[in-house]
């Protein structure tokens, strides 16, 4: 089930408030996780055990680290580090290290029958319940005493297909809080948050990335069959759409969290206003940055054991990112090309961007495009040597003309909207009540129309 269909928003979404909010006190918690189990198992419960069993292994790991002595704590961490990550390597990298042996050494080795279809969330989840048992482990929190609230936490269904990877330690006091969880502002809140998010969704990541999927797709025009101006076209609007597709359902993940009485932090910063590589890090996909940050980064010494031991951390925290989204050599490479711009930036190139801020501008939004043509080359139609050459290369083709015609309402749409004005502009609009509900009104109107037209696809980040 996806937030952007029908039977979601004016099915399951609409019941689950109601018993949430009619449920009083303790009750909220079970009401949330059961609603929770519900949303993870309605497309099947082939991986409920799975869910359960880490659950279950994690609460209890919880207790024993609490109550465990001093000079023993040392062998728990990593063996439930060890735990959770083999059950994230099983099901999402097990294949594709195995087809990696084939290659290098011809070993002969069967790939194994892990499914089609990750488990829904997986990667996510996993990540929040190794931040839990590291926090648990290094004192920032206490063990969670409560298995519904544990349970409930992990489950989370706002966050269980992209995030945000929200901290336990950032939900607890909300999930202890019984009595004052939901209330009028931080539920406005999330209406606010939800509708945007879903206009992000539906009117502008799939109109744009109609586009892509047209140069791309085995119905389409086909990549090597394009321009090199309709190839830089292609890969602007899969930029947008990758954007305001993950951005839009944070935002919706948010809005939901908000109407439950659970205030998160904000995953994404208009990135595409960055005027360096590093600054784009610090409002893509925040809470990922920040946990990589939080539980590589610094354990393994951040910035306080020279430049060398600096630069082998970074090195390790970008291959980890490109490794955490997908099961491909691109992603690696994607995570290499990050660490090597953020390294050049480091040594010299940062103090230059600060004094032109248009130039650094560009030259962030070109790079960053560049790099989404690498993260989206182990989609069949993409190969990244082809579009390498069609970016690079000039050749004819298919003139962008046509997809300028049909798509450059929304392109220009999709330009404006990642840009600080669509804020500003809400901003003055809510000083007026009267005026800030119309609005919302009529975008909600708009947002059903494309949802009922619509195939309900589900979001890109749902499947790294």
């Not at 321009?227 to 993950?246: C, E, K, N, R, V």
Request: glycine share 8%; proline share 4%.
């Amino acid at each position: 089930m996806v937030f952007n269909s029908v039977v979601f928003l004016f099915c399951f979404l609409p019941l689950a408030l109601l018993a949430y909010y009619l449920v009083p006190g303790r009750g909220k918690n079970v009401v949330l996780l059961v609603e929770s189990l519900l949303f993870y198992c309605w497309t099947g419960v082939e991986y409920l055990p799975l869910i359960v069993c880490l659950i279950v292994f994690n609460y209890l790991w919880g207790l024993l680290t609490a109550r465990t002595k001093a000079k023993l704590k040392g062998l728990l961490p990593a063996v439930a580090v060890l735990v959770n990550l083999a059950a994230l390597v099983y099901f999402k990298y097990a294949n594709f290290l195995i087809d990696t042996l084939n290659r290098i050494g011809n070993f002969g080795l069967a790939a194994l029958d892990v499914g089609a279809v990750l488990p829904l969330g997986i990667s996510y989840y996993i990540f929040k319940i190794i931040s839990y048992e590291a926090d648990v482990y290094t004192g920032k929190v206490e063990a969670e005493k409560d298995p519904i609230a544990f349970a409930a936490y992990v489950l989370f269904f706002p966050q269980l297909i992209v995030g945000p990877i929200i901290k336990y330690r950032d939900m607890a006091p909300q999930l202890h809080n019984y009595k004052n969880r939901c209330n009028a502002a931080l539920m406005e809140r999330g209406v606010e948050l939800f509708l945007f998010g879903l206009a992000k969704k539906v009117i502008l990541a799939d109109s744009i990335g109609a586009l892509w999927t047209d140069i791309i797709s085995t119905g389409g025009v086909g990549l090597s069959n394009v321009s090199t101006p309709l190839a830089w076209l292609g890969i602007i609007a899969y930029s947008l759409q990758l954007y305001f597709d993950f951005a839009g359902y944070s935002e919706m993940s948010n809005g939901l969290a908000a109407l439950m009485g659970f205030d998160c932090a904000a995953n994404f910063d208009l990135p595409y206003i960055s005027a360096s590589i590093t600054e784009f890090w610090r409002r893509w996909h925040i809470s990922l940055s920040g946990w990589f940050r939080d539980y590589i980064y610094i354990p393994l010494g951040g910035n306080r054991k020279g430049a060398a031991r600096q630069m082998l951390n970074m090195f390790l925290v970008w291959v980890a990112t490109g490794i955490w989204h997908g099961a491909s050599w691109n992603f690696i490479v994607w995570g290499l090309y990050y660490f090597v711009l953020l390294v050049i930036e480091k040594n010299f190139l940062l103090k230059f961007l600060k004094k032109c801020p248009l130039a650094a501008h560009i030259y962030t939004l070109f790079f960053v495009v560049l790099g989404w043509g690498i993260f989206t080359a182990n989609q069949p139609g993409a190969p990244l040597g082809l579009l390498l050459n069609k970016l690079f290369v000039p050749q004819g083709g298919i003139s962008p003309v046509y997809y300028l015609r049909n798509y450059g309402v929304f392109l220009v749409l999709g330009c404006v909207c990642s840009s600080v004005l669509p804020r500003l502009l809400w901003e003055r609009i809510s000083r007026n009540t009267a005026v800030k509900a119309v609005v919302s009104a009529l975008l909600a109107l708009l947002c059903i129309a494309y949802v009922v037209a619509a195939t309900n696809t589900t979001a890109l980040y749902a499947n790294f």
